[in-house]
């Protein structure tokens, strides 16, 4: 059984920076995608980011370009999001998932079946 940790959430001012971590353990994972989701109160879950662990293929939702970095650590077994130029509408609890469907998008979080239990991050103005 795959186990999959998250870390670094906090509460950080507009314009701030944080970068989540989210560590692997237990079983290997069968699909080279693994994705960053979020979740607002009352809102549904959203894609931030994925990547494919060997190809080093990314994606990332549109708006969120060139504010967020994920990257993989083979080393260390772990997954980061680093996220800049935090926005209040950024706040929101932040899930790590892996084992990815084949030839579903690494966007759709009904796609992986293997998640973390969270972190909560919150940006105030």
């Known amino acids: 059984q795959v186990r999959l940790t998250e870390s670094g959430g906090d509460s950080v001012q507009a314009g701030g920076s944080l970068k989540l971590s989210c560590q692997i353990s237990?079983?290997?994972?069968?699909?080279?995608?693994m994705a960053w989701f979020r979740q607002a109160p009352g809102k549904e879950r959203e894609p931030v980011a994925g990547?494919?662990?060997?190809?080093?293929?990314?994606g990332y939702a549109g708006s969120l370009q060139g504010r967020f970095t994920i990257s993989h650590d083979k080393a260390q077994n772990s997954m980061s999001l680093e996220m800049n130029r935090l926005k209040p509408e950024d706040t929101a609890v932040y899930y790590c998932?892996?084992?990815?469907?084949?030839?579903?998008?690494?966007?759709?979080?009904?796609?992986?079946?293997?998640w973390g239990q969270g972190t909560q991050v919150t940006v105030s103005s």
């Open positions: 237990g079983d290997s994972l069968r699909s080279c995608w």
């Open positions: 990547i494919c662990r060997s190809s080093g293929s990314r």
């Open positions: 998932a892996a084992d990815k469907i084949d030839g579903r998008g690494w966007d759709e979080y009904r796609a992986y079946n293997t």
